[in-house]
């Protein structure tokens, strides 16, 4: 966090000021680690096993949270009797087609509950088969289900019952051999977090991207949560799991995403199922209980914003006009698309793939055989040239002169060069203005967008006549869009003020609203991010706001605005105890004011404030009235927070240890040594390393994870250019322990060749004792730390990291495995032109790599996905010829 | 000459006042405490603005205390820093000297963090000496080191601005001056590039630029404080490892900063440069370091090279008496 969150990090100052004692776990002994009281280093990618033995620990050694977890948690619910768990099954769970999983076994006994996140599509459930009758269906779903529960935890299917028994085997001896972190700092970790929650404590967990590119991504983030939910340390002051994003607005561009599966607000991008209606994706997508309950109003509100007068509730608010997934659109489906010819034109927007991301070769593949690529960028990336200097015209792979893709570079306005928000962690609106114009032809994204729209829009409507009907029923989408923002300056630029207007959203007289709790399915609401409704409240840009924090309480609501409706923390009911009053003193954040039958304290409450502790729901209640007055997590559909996912993931409801993609190491926990409904593209370009005790894993003895210096930032094109940052770190290098060194013979300073089955790269070696070894399953385990910062481009100059990596994917969420990846290191420099190909050929000759190496199995017959409503799990996608 | 002119810039009035020559005879003020041998070019002096002819109504000295313990090593200080200055890259060198490849203070480097890696016995909290590389397998290794930890130091360094300035005392022209913040500047148009303060410093601080061949360092951003802004590098701190404020309130703090880490048991915490009986009579930007200061590339027991000059020009005196004597004998005995 140190490293890069430097200005977050100043917050853990001061809390380490103020007592609290700081772990760091990392394989690297980082920035962050140097001011930690406690460093415990670990291998990459075993955290599963670290965190399940805090899990187990807590459990075993009765110290959960009992009332929070009883009240709070979905501990008590009995999960259906088809369920199997890993445990029993040897690493996989129940529901295995061998290749993805069929969840319903996964479902609570006697209901099916929907999640607030993740795949939330219950097309077959709600309504079978596409024969089935779809309005019997929607009668059925007006009787609220509710689970069956064991309040006294001790039924052998209920949700704590089968946690206990999925944990049982994360034992501190588990630990030490997966993790290499011995008993003894284990324990101290353990024993500080537990003596660090409970009713007058709490513990909070930050994490970055360590945890989450990985191919069980998600379920590291579900074990930290596991942890916090056992402890009592969620919607509490001083809880929480932060997660740290990895570039400024990142948790903005998710809120309102660049992501294909996701509308504004965490609204599922509707599936292509036939003649699909808003009703339907209202019903097969709502929940029951919660306010996704009211998923209706957010969408028809965003239905409105964006359609305005054209969206009526005759034509369903032209819900027909929003794209319907067919399948995967993700990065790295639509790279290979655009390798096998299928997407011809491409914007890269503040983003440099062509070294940034994992297996920078195939991106390069992917740009190379494409139309028009338009870059919009501060620098000149590498992406904008790959065609004259990429790796492959260096290597005599191709010329410029093979690759037919128009390049169009698009220089941008950096933030300071224009109006706009910055949403991070805390999922706070921070409002930036404008210190200085623009220069020269550099524009804001905003200013390009808008304009470019207008462009589109005035050629589609002067060609209307010459389109045929088909045509003219396709330009609707485009031509109806409201798009009229108002513009300022010489550069007619687009009023940012009035897009977060817009996102805020209004009501019928056109007034700003206040809290998306007035937003209507009726379409007299217009709303452009439910979530967002109130940032503009009254009329007045909340995100703009600055007053310092001497001038207000300690919540400090009067700086920014966080969404939901400007609370500070979510889920805060459950910092009170069933009854409503706080947990302790000491820890109190909002409580139930039972003279005045309101909820109240420091922050915005996280509860209908007019609800008392004690509602309890009729049984026909749908939506937040569904909710008890002791539910607090009212984004789930049950109201509770999820010990166990019954729905939502694809890779399982419980996070269970699998060793990564690729690793030197066996999966000795149990006999699945991957994560089984992983993706994969098994491909030329793409081949995957053999694993753990599959032949040819020798060949690649080393773990290595990518990393971020202080002095970089990510692909390098915001800092590269900059004298005054490339003279800090002015040279790729790879950190590696002094026993490594000599193991290898390298030297401090001299250069190294790291090789994977993708690529070799080059690097200084930087020796040092904050590497050591791990003892890891009996063996002695070395670990290669390597910045990804660098390219060909640029004042400091150097291989990029993502040459080595491959393309496997978390399945819920298709995140690549950056942070734990098996590789040789040997000294001198990588070889040039064919020799370089030659080197890579006999490390995939030696370690017997085939099209098959890294599957769990030969593939499928038959590897389509189902409708495309599924991802198809290790289905192999194999697009070209196998490499000679 | 009148001592009130508030309206006036301090530096005029003692522009003034050096050209007229009143400084010398009249305007000093006695130093507050007595230097311990009676000259002025070290030990203790309370104001050192006054003792260079400020009025009475000069601002407080201001400087810096760094703050070692907390400091995270982002090098802010040092972009801030180049980036207010208008000061050039100078190197694009990997060093291998851990994350430093800035290596020291210079013409062009007016901050420099330093990284310090350690491994440090965990009972002892004492350096373990990390030799060379082992020989042996790694499981021997990690034995060896077992109850070990490793320990990564960074500080940013800074101009001292001390008390009493050696590179202030030696520079002929003028150029280096003592500002009314009690803080050691020099003036780039006054400068003739001699190069005397490079070797005065008794920290290395000041350097001849290459190509322009002034010399420069730091100074506490001086076209920042009259328009009562925090310097550059203070600002750009994210967990106030870089303090600014009055030198007398700054060693308070640092004072209660190290009790606090010595009841945590961190007792290798020490200050260093705060105390105005040290050779150079105090640093106006002083740090708490969490080891030796040479283990972090400072002197140990920095002078002013100054000290000694009276002495010095004694001896030099005596020196010459002596031998204007013994010549003089040989003549004399000559004409026996």
Sequence with gaps: MAEAHPVGFQWVMEAKRRGAKIIHVDPRFTRTSAMADTFVPLRAGSDIAFLGGLINHVLRGGHYFHEYVAAYTNAATIVDESFADTEDLDGVFSGFTGSGYDETSWYYQGARVNPAAGERDQWHDVFGSPEHDRATSEEESARRAEPETDPSLTHPRCVFQILKRHFARYTPELVEQLCGIDQERFHEVAEALVANSGRERTTAFAYAVGWTHHTVGVQYIRAASILQLLLGNIGRPGGGILALRGHASIQGSTDIPTLFDLLPGYIPMPRAHPNLSLDEFVATNAADKGYWGNIRDYVVSLLKAWWGEYATAENDFRFDHLPRLTGDHGTFQTVIDQIEGRVRGYFVVGENPAVGTANAHQQRMGLANLDWLVVRDLNMIETATFWRNGPEIENGETSPSEIGTEVFFLPAAAHTEKDGTFTNTQRMLQWHHKAVEPLDDQRSDLWFFYHLGLRIKSKLAARRFERDARQRERDRPVLELTWDYPTEGDLAEPSADAVLREINGTDAEGRALSSYTRLRSDGSTRAGCWIYCGVYAGEINRAARREPGEQQSWVAPEWGWSWPANRRILYNRAAADPAGAPWSERKAYVWWDAEQRRWTGHDVPDVDVAKPPDYEPAADAHGPDALRGTDPFIMQGDGLGWLYAPAGLHDGPLPTHYEPQESPLRNTLHATQRNPARRLYHRPENRYQPSGAEPGAEVFPYVFTTFRLTEHHTAGGMSRWLPHLAELAPAMFVELSPELAVERGLRHLGWATVITARGAIEGRVLVTPRIRPLRSNGRTLHQIGIPWHWGPNGLTTGDAANELLNVALDPTVHIMETKAGACDIRPGRRPRGVELHRLIATYRARAGITEHTGGDAPPPDNGLPENGTRPSGTDTVDGGEDES | ?336
């Design chain 2, 1 to 336: 000459m009148s001592p009130d002119r508030p309206s006036e810039h301090p530096l005029f009035e003692l522009e003034r006042s050096m050209r007229t020559g009143e400084h010398a005879r009249e305007t000093a003020p006695e130093p507050a405490v007595g230097s311990s041998n009676g000259n002025r070019l070290s030990g203790p002096l309370a104001d050192p603005s006054a003792e260079a002819g400020y009025s009475e109504q000069h601002p407080d000295r201001m400087g810096f205390f760094t703050d070692t313990s907390v400091c995270i090593g982002c090098k802010a200080c040092e972009v801030a820093c180049k980036e207010w200055n208008l000061l050039e890259e100078d190197g694009l060198e990997l060093t291998g000297m851990s994350y430093d490849n800035t290596t020291d203070l210079g013409a062009t480097t007016w901050r420099h963090v330093a990284f310090v890696e350690q491994r440090i016995d965990l009972s002892t909290r004492a350096r373990v000496d990390i030799g060379m590389p082992g020989m042996g397998p790694p499981e021997t290794a990690t034995e060896e080191v077992a109850g070990s930890e490793v320990r990564w130091l960074m500080s940013s360094d800074v101009c001292k601005h001390c008390t009493h300035a050696a590179c202030l005392d030696v520079c002929p022209t003028g150029a280096l001056i003592r500002s009314e913040y009690g803080t050691v500047v020099v003036q780039d148009d006054v400068c003739n590039g001699c190069g005397y303060c490079v070797p005065a410093c008794p920290y290395g601080v000041i350097d001849i630029h290459p190509e322009n061949g002034g010399a420069f360092k730091c100074t506490l951003c001086q076209d920042r404080l009259g328009s009562g802004m925090t310097p550059a590098c203070a600002t750009a701190c994210p967990t106030e490892s870089i303090q600014y404020g009055p030198l007398d309130q700054l060693r308070e703090r640092a004072e209660q900063r190290l009790e606090q880490l010595h009841e945590q048991g961190i007792t290798e915490a020490r200050l260093y440069g705060q105390d105005p009986t040290d050779g150079v009579g105090g640093d106006g930007a002083f740090f708490l370091l969490l080891d030796e200061p040479e283990v972090y590339g400072l002197p140990p027991d920095p002078v002013v090279t100054t000290r000694d000059l009276p002495a010095m020009a004694c001896y030099a005196l005596a020196a010459a008496a002596t031998a204007a004597v013994t010549i003089a004998s040989c003549f004399l005995g000559g004409r026996r």
